[in-house]
């Protein structure tokens, strides 16, 4: 397909456990950035990438949360020790960076993720 | 601190109707202001988008109304139709989108037939 893809589309965890999600981004997209939705704290922006610079991380709620891209391209966002509060979906989106218009996000469907 | 109020938290607007969604931001730095809506299980799929430049941008029976000296912005849907029912969430971001973006709470769309 040609969108954003993310897997897997639903993870169920148990509280302490490691877990890893993966984002596969619209080819040719240089921007990725990982999102995180939640019913007390909506839409909040985690980390993003563009190209070979260092990564923003200003939106990571903690250590526990990393995330990489490899080869720019596809990335995968770790959370260590998960805890209830991190139950959530997951959304990953990519952008084009293009220099003419402004930087539409395209997102993907999410990884519904749940820490028992 | 929540850098981008959305309100209503829900509406219901009859078939054919106007629905409108109203934002407000803090950072004089954001200069790109986006509208997302959302289906269930699905991702935020971008509706329209304005720099602060302009005052108003319309697409079809959507239109973003801009207010920079009030740093608020607002979505109108003209003819509301029962698909547009969703979750609609607006947003706003610097570096025109290249940062993360900020978004508000979400507006809960239902339309009626």
């Known amino acids: 397909g040609a969108g954003v893809s993310q897997s897997p589309s639903n993870k169920v965890t148990e509280k302490g456990k490691d877990v890893e999600l993966r984002c596969d981004p619209i080819s040719g997209h240089t921007a990725l950035y990982w999102y995180r939705q939640s019913l007390g704290q909506g839409l909040e922006f985690l980390i993003y990438f563009q190209g070979n610079s260092a990564p923003d991380k200003s939106g990571l709620p903690s250590d526990r949360f990393s995330a990489e891209r490899t080869g720019g391209s596809v990335s995968t966002l770790t959370i260590q020790r998960t805890q209830q509060e991190d139950s959530a979906v997951y959304l990953c989106?990519?952008?084009?960076?293009?220099?003419?218009?402004?930087?539409?996000?395209?997102f993907g469907p999410g990884t519904r993720l749940t820490v028992l | 601190q929540q850098q981008v109020k959305q309100s209503p938290q829900s509406l219901i607007v009859q078939k054919g109707g106007i629905s409108i969604i109203n934002c407000a931001y803090e950072n004089t730095a954001f200069d790109y202001f986006p509208w997302y809506q959302q289906f269930p299980g699905k991702g935020p799929a971008l509706l329209i988008a304005i720099r602060p430049d302009v005052s108003e941008k319309k697409e079809g029976r959507f239109t973003i109304s801009f207010n920079k000296s009030a740093k608020q912005f607002s979505l109108h849907i003209m003819d509301s139709q029962p698909g547009d029912s969703a979750t609609y969430f607006c947003?706003?971001?610097?570096?025109?989108?290249?940062?993360?973006?900020?978004f508000g709470k979400g507006t809960h769309l239902i339309i009626q037939p």
């Open positions: 947003a706003a971001s610097m570096r025109g989108g290249a940062d993360g973006l900020t």
């Open positions: 989106a990519s952008s084009a960076r293009g220099a003419v218009s402004y930087n539409e996000q395209f």
